[in-house]
């Protein structure tokens, strides 16, 4: 039994996806421990054991105690979905490596923006000129993928863990950033949604409860007064 500490469409849905595609039956099962995020509840658990931010992912496994999304999907990979990773010596493996962590230089910018449209309520308000950099920064790092996919994955030889990685940041990125110059990406994204493994993923999931609207302009300057 594997155990996934998890928050509905967070970056532990990173691993949730992968356990899908692996097949959650060769672990004998899957424990989901679903957080509230900002919530006590995640400092009075198991969490600050498992994870030195006190933050998802994190699994138990077997005595195995694991946190940090890209280092869980590294190694479910490595140890049980070998052909989903590249190893050394493969050619792909530079850019297998190189997507797995760029996909947290564009997550932290979708964090940046998910605090500031999301978690600062009134009186607080998000800084207009702090929206445009980071959603600026998030379209440059969209461009940069659509102009590196040239084929249905990001590696030629075809669907891997890296996809997992950065096809995740797809979910959140829309609502910051439209999507009408990425048409390489856009198809992309209906690939992912066509997978039976990130379906059942999302079925587990159930409606997002996170985004309150579809889009999330850069606030007016004039109604920060």
């Known amino acids: ?94 850019a297998y490596l190189q997507w797995i962590h760029f996909s947290e230089t564009q997550a932290s910018l979708i964090e940046t923006l998910n605090l500031m449209h999301l978690f600062l309520r009134p009186p607080a308000k998000p800084d207009p000129v702090l929206c445009k950099l980071m959603a600026a920064r998030l379209k440059g790092t969209l461009a940069g993928m659509e102009a590196r996919l040239q084929g249905e994955w990001l590696l030629p030889s075809g669907f891997s863990s890296a996809d997992i990685m950065m096809g995740f940041n797809l979910f959140a990125a829309p609502y910051y950033v439209k999507m009408d110059d990425f048409p390489r990406l856009r198809a992309y994204k209906d690939r992912i949604e066509a997978r039976p493994a990130y379906q059942r993923a999302v079925e587990r999931e159930g409606p997002q409860r996170f985004y309150a609207q579809e889009f999330y302009p850069v606030p007016d300057a004039r109604d920060q007064g």
């Open 1 to 94: 039994m594997i155990r996934l500490h998890h928050v509905q469409y967070g970056r532990s849905f990173r691993v949730l996806w992968l356990l899908e595609e692996i097949g959650v039956d060769r672990f004998g099962g899957l424990e989901i421990v679903e957080h509230r995020i900002g919530s006590k509840e995640m400092r009075e658990g198991d969490l600050p054991r498992l994870s030195p931010a006190v933050r998802i992912p994190a699994i138990e496994m077997d005595g195995l105690e694991m946190a940090e999304s890209g280092a869980i999907v590294e190694y479910l990979t490595e140890s049980h979905a070998p052909e989903l990773g590249r190893a050394p010596g493969d050619a792909e493996r530079p």
